[in-house]
């Protein structure tokens, strides 16, 4: 049975969670199917939230607020140490419902979950982190710093983690102190209903986590609602820069991660067998709907004009094995397998991008569109296509599907060169056994997240998530995850303190010296004291 469900009715409608519980949203007659993209049944019906729904919770979350961000952080990182219990005993739960309604497979699932719980268990350790720093930084004089919640703050995220990208922000941001507006991908709805029930058991009060269901009315609610004070966004690049742009109009904080089209390189010198096992998890895994699979892999033939190199050799080997791992790759939801795409529109995206590649001179050395054939779901196989042409289409955009395009370059410099023109900046990855070799690259790519024989390079807390500035993979401030969200969701309030000396009674108590005493001493130690005191900062002369 799908949490949250109406129950006013038998239609299978889910109810937005506000105030500690489910609720049939208030005016809204537009509802939209969830449908698994394995076999196209509807799951469920999710409402399109107006903006009038996205008030309810915000003031919800307004009541909440003061009691919530007046516990100390350790108090709320015990909760948290509640809440990751939870997700552990009911990992098999919310997986199941991630299959069904993403379409991953069982061992994807359960990592999508267990990934996701690891951001809350960095989260329960936010009081041995997030505490601000002191020092003194003249004599008499200490600066401190603490880090303060910004009150109320959105979160939207995409389809393709229902429960791991949700917890890139909710359980950070909960632990230093704000209270949590999410909006769910409308397509994968339901785990996150299950989890919202999980918080409210591990002691998240009412009004400090809620969830808003909806499409774009709600997107816009949240960056234009006065009282939502920060917004993170996951999903297209299109999107985040909308998102982004919104928000600036009213000097709303944003943190906005787009897409990606990331790059491998393989030089001749890697390791074949590792190599070859590694891009097809990249490439495949999750069907490919991932910001940080594998896109693009270059087969650098730096020794090709030598006729006792072996390099062209290996790099054929290394693309076989490609190949040949991937045809190996069975339909289906069961460990292993490689599940179908989020739905049609997906489908027939990813067929295009095949269709195109071919029509313009590819070849297709893997076809996963015989796998488009079946009669229910949204299913494209494996794809490896071997390009001539470096202006192909499926080398240059996001596909967000099982596809693997392959160019070979003569050079290191033609492999950069290639990786720098293009417009994402999220992940790139070499594969070689040098150390000098993988310093020149990771010195070079245009990519914020990079890999050393790691076709994934996720980096995990308290390393933050995020692509680099000035591409389409990032806009906004910040990272997400780690110890760039607990910098995104929090203000720091910096406390520059001077006293005077206090002077001790005898009893145990301190007192203020009598006016003739402190004349007396005053002119007696001016001297002394002008050769410590910080004149510049401190004498009203900066």
């Not at 959105?154 to 890139?168: D, K, S």
């Not at 990813?350 to 590819?362: C, M, Q, R």
């Not at 990786?419 to 790139?428: D, R, V």
């Amino acid at each position: 049975m799908v949490k949250g469900l109406s129950n006013a009715a038998s239609s299978n409608r889910l109810d937005n969670f506000i105030d500690g519980k489910f609720v049939t949203p208030e005016g809204v007659t537009t509802y939209v199917p969830v449908v698994s993209p394995s076999d196209e049944t509807v799951i469920a019906q999710v409402p399109l939230s107006t903006a009038a729904n996205v008030d309810e919770a915000v003031a919800a979350a307004k009541r909440a607020f003061p009691e919530w961000s007046g516990l100390t952080i350790k108090q709320r990182a015990g909760i948290m140490m509640k809440f990751h219990h939870l997700m552990d005993t009911h990992s098999q739960e919310l997986a199941e419902l991630i299959v069904r309604e993403n379409g991953k497979n069982i061992t994807e699932a359960l990592a999508d979950v267990a990934k996701g719980n690891e951001t809350v268990e960095w989260a329960a350790s936010l009081p041995q982190v997030a505490p601000g720093r002191v020092l003194e930084v003249s004599k008499g004089i200490s600066c401190q710093e603490l880090r303060n919640p910004l009150g109320v703050v959105a979160a939207i995220v995409p389809f393709n983690f229902p429960a791991m990208v949700p917890m890139w922000t909710i359980p950070i941001s909960l632990t230093v102190g704000n209270c949590v507006i999410l909006k769910p991908s409308e397509k994968v709805p339901t785990t996150m209903q299950r989890i919202a029930e999980l918080m409210s058991e591990a002691g998240i009060p009412p009004g400090v986590f809620q969830i808003v269901h909806g499409a774009v009315d709600v997107v816009n609610a949240f960056c234009d609602h006065p009282d939502i004070a920060a917004v993170s966004f996951v999903g297209s690049s299109k999107v985040a820069n909308i998102v982004t742009q919104r928000c600036n109009q009213t000097n709303k904080r944003v943190l906005a991660l787009g897409g990606a089209k990331n790059h491998l390189i393989a030089l001749p010198d890697c390791d074949v067998g590792m190599a070859a096992r590694d891009i097809v998890a990249s490439f495949a895994g999750c069907c490919g709907q991932r910001c940080m699979a594998a896109s693009v892999l270059l087969l650098v033939d730096e020794d090709k004009e030598d006729a006792s190199s072996s390099a062209p050799a290996v790099l054929d080997t290394l693309l076989e094995q490609v190949v040949s791992l991937s045809a190996a790759l069975q339909a289906g939801q069961g460990a292993g397998q490689v599940g179908p795409l989020i739905d049609n529109i997906a489908k027939e995206r990813v067929l295009h991008y095949i269709n195109d590649a071919e029509a313009n001179g590819a070849k297709i050395l893997l076809d996963g569109r015989s796998w488009a054939t079946r009669e229910k779901g949204f299913w494209v196989g494996p794809t490896v296509i071997l390009h001539s042409n470096r202006e192909d289409k499926a080398l240059k955009d996001e596909i967000f599907g099982p596809v693997l395009s392959v160019l070979r370059v003569s050079s290191r410099e033609e492999a950069i060169a290639i990786e720098n023109a293009n417009p994402y900046g999220n992940a790139g990855c070499i594969y070689t056994e040098r150390g000098c070799n993988a310093e020149w690259f990771t010195k070079r790519f245009r990519a914020a997240m990079l890999g050393v024989n790691i076709g994934i390079p996720v980096p995990r807390e308290p390393f933050s998530f995020g692509g680099l500035y000035g591409t389409l993979s990032k806009f906004g401030t910040s990272d997400i995850t780690g110890d760039g969200a607990m910098e995104f969701f929090t203000n720091r309030i910096k406390i520059t303190t001077k006293w005077t000396a206090s002077y001790g009674t005898g009893s145990g108590n301190f007192a203020q010296p009598s006016a003739k005493r402190a004349r007396v001493e005053n002119s007696s130690s001016s001297t002394a004291s002008s050769a410590v005191e910080d004149k510049a900062n401190f004498d009203g002369r900066m």
